[in-house]
């Protein structure tokens, strides 16, 4: 049923914006995830946000959709071991590994989230919840934009990361100062840093980067109900540790 309601969407919606034959392309990624999600039931159709998500994974966010598949089909070849607890009615897939970029980095694309790691522990939990979720409805929100203004921000950092580096006599290593103009000052992680509470990172170079945070980290309450399944209930206490740990340090 959702695969039929979210193919209609993505056909009506790719028609009306471009041409009836990208309207068919549409279609068939909606149906595709539709599929998808409905047989995972990742959508909480019991809340009002969950409808959005479906909504927007079959239209305004279906680009990042189309690639959220192509992950699919990486966990499939490389045994991903989807995990349930952290996708069933919160809107999102999660493999613990699957699609990654670099070699110990989660990869969310669309509305899934790959190389998840050891979601048992508190802080990697935590890391699925209050940060790469972040990825996950920016993605919805600004819609075809979300990967050119990602992508294109990285471009534009790797630039002006090596004239940097450059300049400042190659002070720090190349790599760590690409990654801070690139990775950690992108406004996309930023934000999801901020609401993660991890504002700045450990890893960007001193004077490089935003100084304040953009927004407030989300609420102990909030995350503990993102957790998900019976292992989310019983690591919940230890997240709360980890987020007032991190807080006194």
């Given at each position: 049923?959702?695969?039929?309601?979210?193919?209609?969407?993505?056909?009506?919606?790719?028609?009306?914006?471009?041409?009836?034959?990208?309207g068919v392309a549409t279609g068939i990624v909606?149906?595709?995830?539709?599929?998808?999600?409905?047989?995972?039931?990742?959508?909480?159709?019991?809340?009002?946000?969950?409808?959005?998500?479906?909504?927007?994974?079959?239209?305004?966010?279906?680009?990042?959709?189309?690639?959220?598949?192509?992950?699919?089909?990486?966990?499939?070849?490389r045994n991903g071991e989807y995990e349930a607890?952290?996708?069933?009615?919160?809107?999102?897939?999660?493999?613990?590994?699957?699609?990654?970029?670099?070699?110990?980095?989660?990869?969310?694309?669309?509305?899934?989230?790959?190389?998840?790691?050891?979601?048992?522990?508190?802080?990697?939990?935590?890391?699925?919840?209050?940060?790469?979720?972040?990825?996950?409805?920016?993605?919805?929100?600004?819609?075809?934009?979300?990967?050119?203004?990602?992508?294109?921000?990285?471009?534009?950092?790797?630039?002006?990361?090596?004239?940097?580096?450059?300049?400042?006599?190659?002070?720090?290593?190349?790599?760590?100062?690409?990654?801070?103009?690139?990775?950690?000052?992108?406004?996309?992680?930023?934000?999801?840093?901020?609401?993660?509470?991890?504002?700045?990172?450990?890893?960007?170079?001193?004077?490089?980067?935003?100084?304040?945070?953009?927004?407030?980290?989300?609420?102990?309450?909030?995350?503990?109900?993102?957790?998900?399944?019976?292992?989310?209930?019983?690591?919940?206490?230890?997240?709360?540790?980890?987020?007032?740990?991190?807080?006194?340090?």
């Amino acid at each position: 049923m959702l695969a039929v309601f979210a193919g209609i969407a993505a056909r009506s919606y790719g028609a009306a914006i471009v041409s009836p034959a990208v309207g068919v392309a549409t279609g068939i990624v909606g149906a595709a995830n539709g599929a998808i999600s409905g047989w995972r039931q990742i959508y909480a159709w019991r809340r009002r946000v969950g409808w959005w998500a479906a909504l927007l994974d079959s239209t305004w966010g279906l680009p990042s959709v189309l690639l959220g598949l192509v992950a699919h089909a990486v966990a499939a070849l490389r045994n991903g071991e989807y995990e349930a607890s952290l996708s069933r009615r919160l809107n999102r897939h999660v493999y613990r590994r699957g699609a990654h970029l670099q070699a110990g980095y989660v990869f969310t694309i669309g509305n899934v989230i790959s190389s998840a790691g050891d979601v048992d522990l508190p802080r990697r939990r935590k890391l699925i919840v209050d940060h790469e979720d972040v990825h996950i409805w920016q993605a919805r929100g600004f819609g075809p934009a979300y990967l050119v203004l990602y992508v294109g921000w990285n471009l534009v950092g790797f630039v002006v990361g090596l004239i940097a580096w450059l300049r400042h006599g190659r002070q720090e290593p190349f790599a760590k100062v690409l990654r801070s103009w690139t990775y950690y000052s992108n406004p996309f992680e930023w934000w999801a840093y901020c609401r993660d509470d991890l504002w700045p990172p450990s890893g960007v170079v001193r004077g490089v980067g935003w100084r304040r945070r953009v927004v407030r980290p989300f609420t102990e309450a909030r995350t503990r109900a993102h957790l998900g399944g019976q292992v989310g209930a019983e690591v919940g206490a230890d997240v709360g540790a980890c987020v007032e740990d991190r807080r006194q340090a």
